[in-house]
């Protein structure tokens, strides 16, 4: 067993890596390309260790190194697919704001999720509102559920159907209790009004959802 803060710190330091090592040491020689990816790392451990440290009550206190490593396979999934979300939300909202007839029907809905822990729940949170179009608006622990504003809340699945592949990974990433197998938790009537007045729609068991 291994405290989990250095772990996450090493992990922020990989994506830290991935974004600025990748981009600075396309067209390069071998030397340059060492230098680059050495001061890269440095970086990244000198951003991410402190932030896991003091974000560790996110993290759990302990870790098992097998767990982690057998992990990193699904957080590199849930990592692409959360690219490829990304870029195709860029489209969809680029489409929505330029199309003469401007197809935007905002509306706000209940996601009920089975990740249960912190950091689990706030990595989902963060990707929705990552994603154009779509914002997490709030999160209610006792339903244990999201409520996501989207820009356009007609068809609940296209916001429901990443998030739930999403939390397919997540459940392994951060070893929850659940698994991806397992149903989506059912919903009562929403708890609440936007401030337009329409109401929020419930992402049904089904994995029925809306995005934007």
Do not use: C
């Amino acid at each position: 067993m291994t405290r989990r803060w250095p772990v996450a710190g090493v992990v922020l330091a990989g994506l830290w890596l991935f974004v600025r090592g990748v981009a600075r040491t396309g067209d390069v020689g071998p030397f340059a390309f060492g230098v680059t990816l050495v001061e890269e790392t440095v970086v990244g451990l000198a951003v991410g260790l402190p932030l896991a440290y003091y974000t560790r009550g996110l993290h759990g206190d302990e870790i098992e190194v097998g767990d982690g490593l057998r992990a990193l396979p699904y957080g590199v999934v849930y990592v692409v697919l959360f690219l490829e979300e990304l870029v195709t939300a860029n489209v969809e909202v680029a489409y929505r704001v330029l199309a003469p007839s401007m197809p935007i029907e905002p509306g706000v809905i209940e996601v009920p999720l089975r990740v249960e822990s912190d950091l689990a729940v706030t990595t989902i949170a963060n990707s929705i509102t990552l994603t154009p179009g779509t914002l997490t608006m709030d999160y209610d622990p006792e339903r244990n559920a999201l409520y996501v504003h989207t820009l356009d809340g007609r068809d609940r699945s296209e916001v429901v159907e990443p998030i739930r592949r999403w939390e397919d990974y997540a459940l392994m990433v951060f070893g929850e209790r659940r698994s991806p197998d397992d149903s989506v938790p059912d919903v009562d009537t929403p708890r609440t009004e936007p401030d337009d007045g329409s109401v929020p729609q419930s992402a049904e068991p089904d994995g029925g959802g809306e995005r934007a």
